[in-house]
């Protein structure tokens, strides 16, 4: 197995190194706020070391004013309790009724979900709450990701990508969030003739249509199909509703495998997996969830095979230059080479996946297991909390350096003297860090184990 897995490691063991990311993060958080002008945009990703804008899709603004939160919740400060309620406020409305994306888990979700999360964990005063206010928010989010739907027939669909009906995307799995989030607060989507769509329905269906789908299980369905292997897209003729064949937009093939596509499962599954196992005794649910596990299994299993020792992917596993790096996989990535680049925040968004993979499984007849995909998480995580991945530089305003956007379009900075990208943050990457790390440093402190679902969980006492 690739990925050198360190069995001795504990999130305890990682203390030191944890309040080392968020005492960074709490002077680049602050700095991009004083700096960012909204009329940009959404702050995407760092060239030379100051976030720059991207259009694309409005999919990153949720993480910037997320990581306030998350940095609030790991330190107590009051200064990014209250920038995360103002900037919610004045600038989230429209991504609760964008109607054009699949990206509501990832905006919505990270922002009122874990304001809402935070309120009923008894962390938020009276006058920083504005609980009506995320229900609300969270209940449109999900309907209004969950009305952008292909149907395949036979209780059969999902919810189609930026690019039209006939795409489903990888990334999506994460947006699921968000149906279940508005499902449990009771929510559900009107539709023609006032049909009542149940959110928890299309979460189940999208999430077994990427599983069958969107993710190979060494069952000859084509020459490439090895078990854990993630195509970003899959497409379908809506004509009859009968799937085609994979796609990509961001990865080297439809053949290869895009490791943030592969880390999106990882998390997607794995979360999606704990919110379902909370819900077995419904009949769907109890049908379904055997499929989710062993895909969540599947694809951490294929990361942890694909990937170098120290966590760290390259940004695809077919990527053309990788033969000229000798055996790569059998030794730490290199950042700096000359020939492809690496993509640290899979390995944050992997390293958050494959812990709450390991949370739910280490129990019973599952425990070794579990234990294992917990041990990779902190694996993953030491690397990166860690040089040459970790920024400690104040001119830089990223936290997660070497990450990667879109290999293809070439859009990632290539420092001179240098030949592919490298020391360049995301604000993805920085939020998984941040994301990761509270979920340590809460274990680390003997505090209580976080979902995104806890936001609709009843309020503790």
């Not at 680049?28 to 990703?45: A, C, H, N, T, Y």
């Not at 189940?204 to 897209?233: I, P, S, W």
């Not at 895909?295 to 695809?316: F, H, K, R, S």
């Amino acid at each position: 197995m690739p990925v050198k897995i360190d069995h001795t490691l504990t999130p305890r063991r990682l203390t030191a190194a944890l309040n080392q990311l968020f005492d960074l993060a709490a002077a680049k958080i602050l700095q991009l706020d004083r700096q960012w002008r909204p009329e940009q945009g959404s702050p995407v990703f760092t060239v030379q070391g100051k976030y720059t804008s991207r259009g694309w899709t409005e999919w990153t603004q949720g993480f910037q004013f997320g990581a306030a939160l998350l940095q609030f919740d790991a330190g107590g400060d009051w200064r990014f309790l209250k920038l995360a309620r103002e900037r919610i406020l004045t600038h989230m409305a429209p991504h609760l009724t964008h109607t054009g994306v699949h990206d509501h888990g990832f905006n919505n979700v990270s922002t009122y979900g874990h304001w809402l999360r935070l309120a009923r964990e008894g962390k938020v005063p009276a006058k920083f709450r504005e609980d009506g206010v995320c229900q609300l928010a969270l209940k449109v989010s999900g309907a209004v990701q969950a009305a952008r739907w292909t149907s395949l027939g036979e209780n059969r669909g999902y919810i189609y990508s930026f690019n039209g009906p006939h795409s489903l995307f990888i990334d999506t799995l994460r947006s699921l969030r968000s149906l279940a989030v508005a499902h449990q607060l009771g929510h559900v989507l009107m539709g023609e003739g006032d049909r009542r769509i149940s959110l928890l329905q299309r979460l189940l269906e999208h999430a077994q249509t990427t599983a069958q789908f969107a993710v190979f299980r060494d069952q000859n369905r084509d020459q490439y199909d090895v078990r854990g292997r993630v195509a970003q897209e899959s497409l379908f003729n809506l004509n009859n509703g009968t799937y085609r064949c994979p796609s990509t937009q961001q990865g080297w093939s439809p053949f290869s495998t895009w490791t943030r596509g592969l880390s999106w499962a990882i998390c997607g599954f794995a979360e999606q997996a704990e919110f379902l196992a909370c819900l077995r005794k419904n009949s769907a649910v109890a049908t379904h969830l055997p499929l989710i596990l062993e895909t969540a299994q599947a694809v951490a299993d294929y990361y942890l095979e694909n990937t170098p020792t120290c966590g760290v992917p390259y940004w695809d596993t077919g990527a053309p230059q990788l033969p000229r790096l000798g055996d790569y996989l059998n030794q730490p990535a290199d950042p700096f080479n000359a020939w492809e680049p690496v993509d640290s925040s899979a390995a944050a968004i992997a390293a958050q996946g494959l812990w709450r993979l390991g949370h739910l499984l280490a129990k019973g007849k599952t425990l070794a297991v579990g234990r294992r995909y917990r041990q990779a998480a902190l694996t993953l995580a030491q690397t990166l909390l860690q040089a040459p991945y970790l920024s400690t530089s104040t001119k830089h305003q990223g936290l997660l350096l070497h990450t990667v956007y879109h290999r293809p379009n070439g859009w990632d900075y290539v420092p001179r003297g240098h030949k592919v990208p490298c020391g360049e943050s995301c604000m993805w990457g920085d939020y998984h860090l941040l994301e990761l790390g509270l979920m340590l440093l809460r274990e680390a402190r003997g505090e209580s184990y976080f979902t995104f679902f806890d936001c609709a969980q009843k309020e503790r006492k």
